[in-house]
């Protein structure tokens, strides 16, 4: 089993920066791909960012150029440094886990991003 725990949400002005946190724990030796997702009010959940254990990194192309997926695997830890933030960024941020079949989620993290 892999834990996951967000942090860094919050209230941000649009045009400010937030960075958001995920921090793994348990069996975490497995684990390959690392992404963030979102869920805006009332919409579904969708893929922001992730990074594969190589490296690679994938962005939808809402957030491209203004949002940076970073891995540390020494922490067990990855990163989500969002810029020049939007209204429509608002959401609660997910990270999410991929080891072997079995897929992983946090809590979530809420963002507001205000106008």
């Known amino acids: 089993q892999v834990q996951l725990v967000e942090s860094g949400g919050g209230l941000v002005q649009a045009g400010g920066s937030l960075r958001l946190s995920c921090a793994a724990s348990?069996?975490?030796?497995?684990?390959?791909?690392m992404g963030w997702y979102r869920q805006p009010p009332g919409k579904q959940r969708e893929l922001v960012a992730s990074?594969?254990?190589?490296?690679?990194?994938n962005y939808a192309d809402s957030v491209k150029g203004r949002f940076t997926i970073t891995r540390d695997n020494a922490r067990s830890a990855w990163y989500l440094q969002m810029n020049n933030l939007k209204p429509e960024d608002t959401a609660v941020y997910y990270c999410n886990a991929a080891s072997g079949i079995n897929y992983y989620w946090g809590k979530g993290t809420l963002v507001t991003v205000s106008s």
């Open positions: 990074v594969t254990s190589g490296g690679r990194t």
């Open positions: 348990g069996t975490i030796l497995g684990i390959s791909n």
